[in-house]
Nanobody
Framework: QVQLVESGGALVQAGAPLRLSCAAS????????MGWFRQSPGKEREFVAA????????YSADSVKGRFTISRDNAKNTLYLQMNSLKPEDTAVYYC??????????????????WGQGTQVTVSS
């Protein structure tokens, strides 16, 4: 079992940076691929970014490329999402996801086994 706890969500102005963290605990959590998804009111949950277990491969949604960077520190069992140049349309609840050991489609939420409770990011214009 893997537990995921997100933190770092806040209310910020457009253009500001923000970094989200996801602390993972549980057996073999550092060997799982991980990702970030987000959900805005009235919309379906959507893919934001993902990273392989060793961190050498990353994937990002077109809407965040060049602005968001995903990274991980396996020694600390922590996943990060550095968000720069935030826009009002980035407002959402951001969720951390992990595992299983092999994921064929990093972009699909159905590929992930474990989920955090989410952290709210609100970007004001």
């Amino acid at each position: 079992q893997v537990q995921l706890v997100e933190s770092g969500g806040a209310l910020v102005q457009a253009g500001a940076p923000l970094r989200l963290s996801c602390a993972a605990s549980g057996r073999t959590s550092s060997s799982f691929p991980m990702g970030w998804f987000r959900q805005s009111p009235g919309k379906e949950r959507e893919f934001v970014a993902a990273i392989s277990w060793h961190g050498r491969r990353t994937y990002s949604a077109d809407s965040v490329k060049g602005r968001f960077t995903i990274s991980r520190d396996n020694a600390k069992n922590t996943l990060y999402l550095q968000m720069n140049s935030l826009k009002p349309e980035d407002t959402a609840v951001y969720y951390c996801a992990a595992g299983p050991a092999y994921i064929s489609n990093y972009y699909s939420q159905t590929s992930y086994t474990y989920w955090g409770q989410g952290t709210q990011v609100t970007v004001s214009s």
